[in-house]
């Protein structure tokens, strides 16, 4: 987000709509903490954050559409996963936005992000570390299957 704002803006300022994955999901939580924690040294950007309850993709494109009539200066969408940044892409072009008119990112990797790159809506998509949360189980099994304690 920093160097998509710094690139768009010619400074780290803006106005960014984070589109959130369900608020009962603590992968939802985890991304929200981490990316307002990083984005409070930049005191000139705005977050907006809304859930796209139970993680609907329809959810997140009204979201969207309705976040560009309210705050049609935002410069930034960030999904919590790809294929809520599907829908946006759908209303952004039911509003007459074309690819590169309002930034995009998500996070999970998925292949749907990708093609959204390739047709020039995403700008970024951050990859799930998987095979770090598959490494750390097989670093521990032998306690989870014991049902020891795991310090950190």
Request: net charge negative.
């Amino acid at each position: 987000a920093e160097k998509l704002l710094k690139a768009k803006n010619g400074a780290v300022k803006g106005k960014i709509l984070q589109v959130l994955g369900d608020p009962g999901d603590p992968y939802t939580l985890d991304i929200q903490k981490g990316f307002e924690e990083k984005m409070k040294a930049f005191p000139d950007v705005k977050i907006i954050s809304l859930p796209a309850m139970q993680w609907e993709a329809s959810n997140a494109g009204t979201i969207v559409a309705d976040q560009m009539l309210a705050n049609p200066d935002i410069d930034l969408i960030f999904s919590h996963a790809a294929h809520l940044s599907v829908a946006g892409v759908a209303s952004l072009e039911a509003a007459g936005k074309k690819p590169g008119d309002v930034m995009m990112m998500s996070s999970n990797g998925a292949p749907v992000g990708l093609d959204l790159i390739r047709k020039g809506w995403l700008n970024v998509e951050v990859e799930q570390p998987l095979y770090a949360q598959a490494a750390a189980i097989a670093m521990f099994m032998d306690k989870i299957v014991k049902k020891e304690e795991i310090k950190p």
